[in-house]
């Protein structure tokens, strides 16, 4: 029966205490064209992270979706001969099957071209428009059709040319409405100054700061539709619509939980995940997320304690340069997700780059990064020791109190946590295969083969004791990544339940633990299939 309540509150109460909840967000993928491999990369990072949170008992939400708008999206489609909705759902649908495939779960899935984010960016911009954020003016400059934005003197470069990164550079003059966004600089440094934990890696403040250092001018929020219309029209303007930057961003509040454009203050709803962890490319920090949005969510009544945390990831290239159509070396995820299965294509994109560096993609190195870490080194130590547990001791373990792996097994596991609470993913699978491979060395020194032969059972039990109880951990450690092969691994040592960081702790296994029977969960890739 219900116990009557004592105290009534009637103020909504937050679905989880802030401290335990984690709002994780992904940059929004263009639909212009199809998924690559950074792409992925991007939403197994967050989704690795998200998973990560959860082991340690955090409620997460973990928003991602597709950046719909855009002068790239009108003119594809217009290619293409079809409608801009219809071009950008058909590239929207592969984004979400490849998702799927790749084990990428998100809680919140952000389209732009949904019709209550649009609602919520006109809201924005009414209210701003009223407060006196916006203004209109006429502007004559240079503008690059690639990158669609208005381009300045110090984006010359030192031969006094617009570099071949801005792509097709027009000379326009046109109305526009503008942000006060260099209202806001001094305020922006300032806060870049109390918080530098706003940026991770570390390194990337100075780069950000010197952007801001560097604003001068307002930031110009629309476009003209003689020239764009597959965008968000302005509320107060018909003839215009929204500069897609301005609407994208405003992604991260319009599909977060509680969210209110109408007010300056928002629910403890909205304030039990807010605010968000960003994790973007490098590419987009830069003005984007340093500069834009933070004087955006300001100007749109944020406190300063509100301004989210950007956590900024490197490039994967190929051979040392940029993955591009032209170059035609693009990596489809989708194709090597089938040839490799997805959990490889997983461990190889979060273990072989440093959160923060770029690294070179090679299918090389993915059967590499395979084959030594999960066929040699961790499928090995299952497989042995499952093995000799079977042929010495019928599968079944007898708890010892031994030394043997267990300070090795706390060790990692400290490290692992503070790594991962970083975001450095590849330094948490590093502690993992550290585990495996010093408990592969232990099966050397120790010899269970020996002991059985001489008899030393407690010595035996011991030793497969240490070395199951060792797998056990490292598939805890191993699951933000590769959940079903930790799965596989737990199934194998006769494991059942949720997978909780807490379960790190040594000795979970109990004396008597019937083990479950060995099969290869990691078969070794025995030669390039592509050679
Ligand atoms: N639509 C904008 C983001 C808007 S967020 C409000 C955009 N889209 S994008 O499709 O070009 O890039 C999406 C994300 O993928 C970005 O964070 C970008 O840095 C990342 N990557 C794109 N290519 C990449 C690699 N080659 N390697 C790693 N990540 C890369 O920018």
Same mark, same amino acid.
């Given at each position: 029966?219900?116990?009557?309540?004592?105290?009534?509150?009637?103020?909504?109460?937050?679905?989880?205490?802030?401290?335990?909840?984690?709002?994780?967000?992904?940059?929004?993928?263009?639909?212009?064209?199809?998924?690559?491999?950074?792409?992925?990369?991007?939403?197994?990072?967050?989704?690795?992270?998200?998973?990560?949170?959860?082991?340690?008992?955090?409620?997460?939400?973990?928003?991602?979706?597709?950046?719909?708008?855009?002068?790239?999206?009108?003119?594809?489609?217009?290619?293409?001969?079809?409608?801009?909705?219809?071009?950008?759902?058909?590239?929207?649908?592969?984004?979400?099957?490849?998702?799927?495939?790749?084990?990428?779960?998100?809680?919140?899935?952000?389209?732009?071209?949904?019709?209550?984010?649009?609602?919520?960016?006109?809201?924005?911009?009414?209210?701003?428009?009223?407060?006196?954020?916006?203004?209109?003016?006429?502007?004559?400059?240079?503008?690059?059709?690639?990158?669609?934005?208005?381009? $300045?003197?110090?984006?010359?470069?030192?031969?006094?040319?617009?570099?071949?990164?801005?792509?097709?550079?027009?000379?326009?003059?046109?109305?526009?409405?503008?942000?006060?966004?260099?209202?806001?600089?001094?305020?922006?440094?300032?806060?870049?100054?109390?918080?530098?934990?706003?940026?991770?890696?570390?390194?990337?403040?100075?780069?950000?700061?010197?952007?801001?250092?560097?604003?001068?001018?307002?930031?110009?929020?629309?476009?003209?539709?003689?020239?764009?219309?597959?965008?968000?029209?302005?509320?107060?303007?018909?003839?215009?619509?929204?500069?897609?930057?301005?609407?994208?961003?405003?992604?991260?509040?319009?599909?977060?939980?509680?969210?209110?454009?109408?007010?300056? %203050?928002?629910?403890?709803?909205?304030?039990?995940?807010?605010?968000?962890?960003?994790? %973007?490319?490098?590419?987009?920090?830069?003005?984007?997320?340093?500069?834009?949005?933070?004087?955006?969510?300001?100007?749109?009544?944020?406190?300063?304690?509100?301004?989210? $945390?950007?956590?900024?990831?490197?490039?994967?290239?190929?051979?040392?340069?940029?993955?591009?159509?032209?170059?035609?070396?693009?990596?489809?995820?989708?194709?090597?997700?089938?040839?490799?299965?997805?959990? $490889?294509?997983?461990?190889?994109?979060?273990?072989? %780059?440093? $959160?923060?560096?770029?690294?070179?993609?090679?299918?090389?190195?993915?059967?590499?990064?395979?084959?030594?870490?999960?066929?040699?080194?961790?499928?090995?130590?299952?497989?042995?020791?499952?093995?000799?547990?079977?042929?010495?001791?019928?599968?079944?373990?007898?708890?010892?109190?031994?030394?043997?792996?267990?300070?090795?097994?706390?060790?990692?596991?400290?490290?692992?946590?503070?790594?991962?609470?970083?975001?450095?993913?590849?330094?948490?699978?590093?502690?993992?295969?550290?585990?495996?491979?010093?408990?592969?060395?232990?099966?050397?020194?120790?010899?269970?083969?020996?002991?059985?032969?001489?008899?030393?059972?407690?010595?035996?039990?011991?030793?497969?004791?240490?070395?199951?109880?060792?797998?056990?951990?490292?598939? %805890?450690?191993?699951?933000?990544?590769?959940?079903?092969?930790?799965?596989?691994?737990?199934?194998?040592?006769?494991?059942?339940?949720?997978?909780?960081?807490?379960?790190?702790?040594?000795?979970?296994?109990?004396?008597?633990?019937?083990?479950?029977?060995?099969?290869?969960?990691?078969?070794?890739?025995?030669?390039?299939?592509?050679?």
């Amino acid at each position: 029966m219900d116990h009557p309540q004592v105290a009534v509150s009637v103020s909504p109460r937050p679905r989880v205490p802030a401290s335990s909840s984690f709002f994780i967000t992904t940059a929004i993928d263009y639909t212009n064209a199809a998924p690559h491999i950074g792409h992925a990369y991007e939403k197994v990072l967050a989704d690795g992270i998200a998973r990560y949170q959860r082991l340690r008992g955090r409620d997460v939400f973990f928003l991602t979706g597709v950046d719909q708008h855009g002068q790239k999206v009108q003119q594809s489609a217009e290619k293409l001969g079809v409608p801009p909705q219809e071009f950008v759902d058909e590239i929207t649908e592969k984004f979400r099957a490849l998702w799927a495939k790749l084990g990428v779960e998100y809680d919140g899935w952000a389209a732009t071209t949904d019709a209550a984010h649009k609602a919520c960016v006109q809201t924005l911009l009414q209210r701003l428009h009223d407060e006196g954020q916006l203004y209109k003016a006429r502007q004559a400059g240079y503008y690059s059709v690639r990158q669609e934005q208005f381009l $300045t003197e110090k984006e010359r470069g030192p031969d006094g040319e617009f570099g071949a990164e801005w792509g097709e550079v027009v000379l326009i003059e046109e109305e526009n409405y503008y942000f006060k966004l260099a209202e806001h600089k001094r305020w922006l440094l300032d806060l870049l100054d109390s918080r530098p934990g706003l940026v991770t890696p570390g390194f990337r403040l100075a780069e950000l700061r010197n952007a801001v250092e560097k604003v001068t001018g307002d930031l110009c929020i629309s476009r003209p539709k003689a020239r764009l219309t597959w965008g968000i029209e302005l509320p107060f303007d018909p003839d215009y619509v929204t500069y897609v930057w301005f609407d994208a961003l405003v992604n991260y509040i319009s599909f977060a939980p509680g969210f209110d454009p109408n007010s300056k %203050i928002q629910s403890p709803e909205f304030h039990a995940w807010w605010p968000a962890l960003h994790v %973007i490319g490098k590419d987009i920090m830069v003005p984007a997320h340093g500069v834009y949005w933070p004087i955006m969510l300001k100007a749109i009544g944020f406190a300063d304690a509100d301004i989210p $945390t950007l956590l900024v990831h490197g490039w994967w290239n190929i051979a040392g340069s940029k993955m591009s159509k032209s170059l035609g070396n693009v990596v489809d995820p989708d194709a090597l997700a089938d040839k490799y299965g997805a959990e $490889t294509v997983r461990y190889y994109l979060m273990a072989d %780059i440093a $959160t923060g560096k770029d690294a070179d993609f090679s299918e090389e190195r993915l059967i590499q990064r395979y084959n030594v870490d999960l066929a040699n080194s961790i499928g090995n130590l299952l497989n042995r020791t499952l093995n000799m547990a079977w042929k010495y001791r019928d599968g079944r373990l007898a708890k010892s109190a031994g030394k043997g792996l267990q300070d090795r097994a706390d060790s990692v596991v400290q490290s692992y946590a503070a790594v991962m609470d970083d975001g450095s993913i590849n330094a948490g699978l590093e502690q993992a295969c550290r585990l495996a491979n010093e408990a592969n060395q232990y099966v050397e020194q120790a010899k269970p083969w020996a002991l059985a032969k001489s008899g030393e059972t407690a010595a035996l039990d011991g030793a497969l004791y240490h070395l199951a109880e060792s797998l056990r951990i490292i598939a %805890i450690l191993l699951s933000p990544v590769m959940p079903k092969a930790a799965r596989g691994i737990w199934e194998q040592l006769g494991v059942a339940g949720e997978f909780r960081f807490e379960d790190t702790a040594w000795g979970g296994l109990k004396d008597g633990h019937p083990l479950g029977k060995p099969f290869p969960l990691f078969p070794r890739i025995e030669a390039p299939a592509n050679p």
